[in-house]
């Protein structure tokens, strides 16, 4: 699976199990949501920056982001 594919399964899983919207995410991280449907969508790739952001406001390790096996929440 492409390093992509797993941030954008891993982001969506997180995201779901955290009961939040795109919105919600977004507006958390500080980023439109737009982008956070085509991070799910894996139409565009984030930055380290992004993915930090995105890692802070789901409360998860950044390296939670970007495992392969399916993240748990803690």
Do not use: C, H, W
Not at 21 to 44: H, I, P
Not at 67 to 72: F, V
């Amino acid at each position: 699976m492409r390093l992509r594919s797993v941030f954008a399964r891993n982001l969506r899983l997180l995201r779901q199990a955290t009961s939040l919207s795109q919105e919600q995410l977004a507006d958390l991280a500080g980023l439109d949501r737009n982008y956070v449907g085509k991070l799910e969508r894996e139409e565009n790739s984030p930055t380290v920056d992004t993915m930090e952001v995105l890692a802070l406001a789901l409360q998860v390790d950044v390296e939670i982001l970007i495992r392969r096996s399916i993240p748990r929440r803690a």
